[in-house]
C-alpha cells in the first residue's frame, strides 16, 4: 500500500513561486510514475504534471509548460513540483497520485491519492 503526502502549499503573490512535495512511505517509489493534479473550486480536478518510473521522464499540461518543473528523489521517496511565475489561475488543491510502471502521462486515474494541499495565488 502506498500513502502519499503533499506539502509545501500556500499563499502566493502573483508571479512568485512554490515549491510543492510528495513523500510516499511505500517501497520502491521509484517504480511508480507520479502526477500533480489540481482542483479549483467549481472546477473538475485536471492533470498538471508527471514524471514517469525509471528514467523520470517529464511531461506538463500546456497551463503549466515553461512555469512548472517536477522532478523526483528516488532515494528521499520524493517528488518535487517547482511552480514559477504563478498566476491567479493556478490557484487550487494540488494531489499527489501514482501509479505503479506509469508513464509520464497518466493514462488511467492514478492508482493512490494524497490528500492535496493548497495553493492561492493572490493578484
Known amino acids: 500500500q502506498v500513502q502519499l503526502e503533499e506539502s509545501g502549499g500556500g499563499l502566493v503573490q502573483a508571479g512568485g513561486s512554490l515549491r510543492l512535495s510528495c513523500v510516499s512511505s511505500?517501497?520502491?517509489?521509484?517504480?511508480?510514475?507520479v502526477y500533480w493534479f489540481r482542483q479549483a473550486p467549481g472546477k473538475e480536478r485536471e492533470f498538471a504534471s508527471g514524471i514517469s518510473y525509471g528514467v523520470g521522464a517529464t511531461y506538463h499540461a500546456d497551463s503549466v509548460k515553461g512555469r512548472f518543473t517536477i522532478s523526483r528523489d528516488n532515494a528521499k521517496n520524493t517528488v518535487y513540483l517547482q511552480m514559477d511565475t504563478l498566476t491567479p489561475e493556478d490557484t487550487a488543491v494540488y494531489y499527489c497520485g501514482a501509479t505503479l510502471g506509469g508513464p509520464s502521462s497518466p493514462v488511467r486515474k492514478p492508482d493512490y491519492w494524497g490528500q492535496g494541499t493548497q495553493v492561492i495565488v493572490s493578484s
Open positions: 511505500g517501497p520502491s517509489f521509484s517504480s511508480y510514475g
